[in-house]
């Protein structure tokens, strides 16, 4: 299983961006699935997420601006984030735990994407 993140780029303030994460192969259920950022010198960050069968959660910094949501017939989590800050500028990862089916068993793993960078100028 491969996590594949797109959508990065450089955006004004103000600006959106929609950030995707495709998964590589088919799978039996999507646990949960997170964002994550990390700007230089910070920690990695926890900005959304949300657990099969619980409601999303965001951290208060992107509260009203991002939104988390996947779509299950393309395998794949989006970020869309709208009015985006300076401060929002970081490498976004995201995070899946997954159950998938190989070899006769199943599997239930979680895997991170690669990142991709976001750039948001002033």
């Known amino acids: 299983v491969q996590l594949q993140a797109s959508g990065g780029g450089l955006v004004q303030a103000g600006g959106s961006l929609r950030l995707s994460c495709a998964i590589s192969?088919?799978?039996?259920?999507?646990?949960?699935a997170r964002w994550y950022r990390q700007a230089p010198g910070n920690e990695r960050e926890s900005i959304a997420g949300?657990?099969?069968?619980?409601?999303?959660i965001y951290a208060d910094s992107v509260k009203g601006r991002f939104t988390i949501s996947r779509d299950t017939a393309n395998n794949t989590v989006y970020l869309q984030m709208n009015s985006l800050k300076p401060e929002d500028a970081a490498v976004y990862y995201c995070?899946?735990?997954?159950?998938?089916?190989?070899?006769?068993?199943?599997?239930?793993?979680?895997?991170w994407g690669q990142g991709t960078q976001v750039t948001v100028s002033s």
């Open positions: 949300f657990t099969r069968g619980s409601s999303t």
């Open positions: 192969r088919r799978i039996v259920s999507l646990n949960a």
């Open positions: 995070n899946v735990d997954l159950t998938y089916f190989d070899t006769h068993r199943y599997f239930r793993r979680e895997f």
